[in-house]
């Protein structure tokens, strides 16, 4: 008999970031950088489909001053993939509509992974955890400068469901609390219905080396860096003792890999053919 759970995981690329490697492991040696993907999960549970994670707000990069004003430093570069909306692009590679969204978690609220919930403000319910949407609404100046925008999520027609730690969002989908990378930051346990799973760490675990290696995150808020060693590990035994699959949140090598084992490489497409994406360093 078949169990409740997950029927389809989908990884998406909404875009890639180029930057120091020392912001995914702690004490990276100076001048080494990386380009990076920027993810997003889709699912198809029970319930409808469960977006993890929305990208960036083009706005704030397409406009020359707003760029300017959001990502002054030339040592970490945005890039979006092509000309239109990334997410509703990327679903469209997969055969999804935007609107055919049911719910949304994000991880945290970094502009890379809270960027895109403007699609879905008065629309969907979003999960996040209280911790974290409590520290992007504090008014602190550090939050900015930690790159968590307040324009990207402080809209009253957003239907927040705030967890207080562990939650299941829907059947075969748990939030893990794994803080410290920022103050509420979740990653996210994924039990497929014909048995199996995923757990994606998100950004508690950017790149393989965080896990194999137990590397610290390279950056942190609240906490030193070698408190995020903990979440690391957590995640490490959950996989583990599950058998499932462990993901790291922007690893360069795995993401393309696993959009082309489970979409065939549809998950990245421009200019209307697929592309594989090549990793710099």
Sequence with gaps: MTRRGVRRVLPLILGWEELPRSVSVHGAPHGERVREPVPGVLLETEEGWLLLDTGFNTALLRDPELRRRYYPSPSYQPELPGPGEPLPAALAAVGVA???????????????????????????????????????????????RETIFRVDFDDPRIDWRLAD?????????????????????????????????????????????????????????????????????????????????????????????????????????????????????
Aim: proline content about 8%; aromatic content about 4%.
């Design 98 to 144: 935007l609107e055919e969204i049911t719910a949304v978690a994000v991880s945290h609220l970094h502009a890379d992974h809270a960027g895109g919930l403007k699609h879905f403000a008065g629309r969907v319910p979003v999960h996040i955890q209280r911790a974290e949407l409590e520290f992007g609404l504090s008014g602190r100046p550090e939050v900015e």
């Design 165 to 281: 730690g562990d939650q299941e969002i829907v059947p075969g989908v748990t939030a893990v609390l794994s803080a410290g990378h920022t103050p509420g930051h979740q990653s996210f346990v994924v039990d497929l219905a014909e048995g199996g799973g995923y757990v994606f760490t998100c950004d508690a675990a950017d790149l393989t080396e965080n896990i194999d290696e137990e590397r610290a995150a390279g950056t942190s808020i609240g906490v030193p860096p070698e408190a995020t060693l903990a979440p690391i590990r957590h995640l490490k035994r959950l996989a583990a003792d599950k058998g499932y699959e462990l993901v790291p949140g922007h690893d360069p090598v795995v993401w393309p890999e696993l959009i082309r084992r489970l979409t065939g490489g549809q998950g990245h497409r421009r200019h209307g053919r697929t592309v594989p994406p090549t990793p710099r360093r």
